[in-house]
């Protein structure tokens, strides 16, 4: 009911020109929006691992969107700005033809220990599996969970990370068992999707998306919680990735790897400050850093998967934030 009540309110602000008015009162602001995953229609099984992805339609129809309020050609080709984390194979293959499509490129960060190694990211491991394991009950870092549907599989998944938030060492205890219980080689994972979602791109996409006038920049070395990392493990991450400047990264930017308050604030601003990149991006819409900081949180906004062009137009233009804010004050 409040989704539906949220999008009349974004309709009639549509048709009433006030979605015009936000995009005009907004104009000097730099929009960069966050994405992670696309893949083509007909593999979007909406499993728990796609929780942050988007169908190639939906993806479609929001870069279309976002090239009619901020043409490619214009002066200020950053004004919107595109970005895609993590680094795996959708990207190369799927994201940006449709960016090209649409006369638009698009930053590209991309895990160091990704590209070099090719294994899939801890936390998508952890997805992966909940999302394809049979149903059952199972035993992980001692407690039995049962997987019988789809809430089960987000409960089980929910009570894992904040296990795994709390104690950083299990992160990897929790992939051995979940290896020992039901093995990761025997899941049945359609191939496209594996190869897609879950295969990293090579250096070679890398330097293909480069050519293509695409830029690639760093989502860190191993896709850890930085804020969980020791002071010299943070800095460790960061050599790593400063040494895979011109070699793999094409640019001096830097999405911090969740990239919200808990996972990022002074400490890893300065750690990033210190390093060769010169701009950083957070995984939020607001954040308060000031001074020197404010290169390194920058705030991106996300949107849902949707093709709904009244959703898209109230996030992009700031209605939608202005609306929740006014709302959220009056309660």
């Known amino acids: 009911m409040k989704r539906a009540a949220l999008r009349l309110i974004y309709i009639v602000a549509y048709h009433s020109g006030l979605i015009d008015v936000f995009y005009f009162l907004n104009r000097r602001r730099q929009v960069v929006i966050t994405y992670h995953n696309v893949l083509p229609d007909a593999l979007f099984d909406n499993t728990l691992h796609l929780g942050v992805s988007h169908c190639a339609s939906a993806f479609a129809r929001q870069i279309e969107i976002v090239n009619a309020r901020w043409p490619a050609s214009r ?4 004004a919107c700005l595109i970005t895609l984390d993590d680094g795996y194979r959708n990207h190369h293959e799927v ?7 649409y006369g638009r490129r698009g930053v590209f960060f991309a895990t160091l220990a990704l590209v ?8 998508d491991r952890m997805l992966m599996w909940l999302s394809y394991v049979p149903n059952g009950t199972y035993r992980l ?20 990370w904040h296990r795994v938030c709390d104690d950083y060492g299990l992160r990897s205890d929790v992939l051995r068992d979940m290896n ?3 093995p990761f080689d025997a899941l049945a994972v359609d191939e496209d999707i594996k190869s897609l979602r879950f295969g990293a791109m090579s250096a070679e996409d890398i330097a293909d998306l480069v050519r293509r006038g695409h830029r690639v920049g760093c989502h860190s070395y191993n896709h850890d919680i930085l804020s969980r990392l020791s002071d010299a493990e943070l800095s460790e991450d960061f050599a790593r990735c400063d040494a895979a400047v011109g070699r793999i990264y094409s640019c001096d930017l830097f999405s911090y790897p969740f990239g919200g308050s808990n996972e990022v604030a002074e400490r890893e601003w300065a750690a990033c400050r210190n390093s060769r990149f010169r701009r950083a991006f957070m995984n939020v819409d607001d954040v308060q850093a000031g001074g020197d900081a404010a290169s390194y949180a920058m705030p991106r906004i996300s949107l849902p998967n949707t093709a709904d062009s009244y959703v898209i137009e109230a996030k992009l233009s700031g209605f939608e934030k202005f609306l929740k ?3 959220g004050q009056r309660a």
Do not use: H, K
Request: include cysteine.
């Open 75 to 78: 002066s200020r080709p950053d």
């Open 95 to 101: 994201a940006a033809g449709i960016l090209e499509r």
């Open 116 to 123: 070099d190694g090719g294994a899939t990211l801890w936390p």
């Open 141 to 160: 870092l001692g407690q039995s969970f049962s997987i019988a549907n789809p809430a089960g599989r987000a409960s089980c998944w929910s009570a894992l």
């Open 180 to 182: 020992e219980v039901y």
């Open 325 to 327: 804010a006014s709302i």
